[in-house]
């Protein structure tokens, strides 16, 4: 029930594309959802994050979309550069007791080719 | 920009000893975590801790590890008897507050158990 579920394992991309990655919960106590984005030789970044109050947010090429019944939720990258190949991971935690204690995705290698 | 730093970058150690990890938080932050990642797999929770001490710990932080925050600003995970299963990168975060905010990842350490 702690899980988070994230898909493609790996996505490539042409430069200018729309990444599209795929992320499933079931605990539902989770009510924030950050994505990490880390590059090779670094920590997790912050990306962008979402409560369940709204359904989409937006933070330039970002977008993440939110399906609260259907415990889902994404990320697309528009506009997609070959500087945002990176893995990006997913995340789940109980914003409102330790936002901090995060459950991860299995993360998503994207690249963006040229 | 204010970063969470971590020493050594990478630590090789023989099985059976002890290890500490050691992580500078953000100075303004009052929750501080690790994390860790085996190579090739997900992000995974170990504690969160605040307050000199614990507040929530994984069924990975057994008896083998502890934490502490030794003065007012290092913050340290020890691991008393190294296993080679222990090998992974280790991951020290920190966040100004406990409820939907950022945490801030460092660059990690990467243990070798040998």
């Known amino acids: 029930q702690q899980q988070v579920k994230q898909s493609p394992q790996s996505l490539i991309v042409q430069k200018g594309g729309i990444s599209i990655i795929n992320c499933a919960y079931e605990n539902t106590a989770f009510d924030y959802f950050p994505w990490y984005q880390q590059f090779p030789g670094k920590g997790p970044a912050l990306l962008i994050a979402?409560?369940?109050?709204?359904s989409e947010k937006k933070e330039g090429r970002f977008t993440i979309s939110f399906n609260k019944s259907a415990k889902q939720f994404s990320l697309h990258i528009m506009d997609s550069q070959p500087g945002d190949s990176a893995t990006y991971f997913c995340?789940?935690?109980?914003?409102?007791?330790?936002?901090?204690?995060?459950?991860f995705g299995d993360g998503t290698t994207l690249t963006v080719k040229p | 920009e204010p970063e969470v730093t971590q020493t050594p970058s990478h630590q090789v150690t023989q099985m059976g000893q002890e290890v500490i990890l050691r992580c500078v938080p953000i100075?303004?932050?009052?929750?501080f975590y690790w994390y860790r990642q085996i190579l090739g797999q997900k992000v995974e929770f170990l504690v969160s801790f605040y307050n000199n001490e614990i507040s929530e710990k994984s069924e990975i932080f057994d008896d083998q590890f502890s934490v502490e925050r030794p003065d007012g600003s290092n913050f340290t995970l020890k691991i008393r008897s190294t296993k080679l299963e222990d090998s992974a990168m280790y991951f020290c975060?920190?966040?100004?507050?406990?409820?939907?905010?950022?945490?801030?990842f460092g660059q990690g350490t990467r243990l070798t158990v040998v």
């Open positions: 979402i409560r369940p109050d709204v």
């Open positions: 100075s303004n932050h009052l929750y």
């Open positions: 995340a789940a935690s109980e914003g409102n007791t330790n936002a901090g204690k995060s459950t």
């Open positions: 975060a920190s966040s100004e507050g406990r409820t939907y905010t950022e945490a801030f």
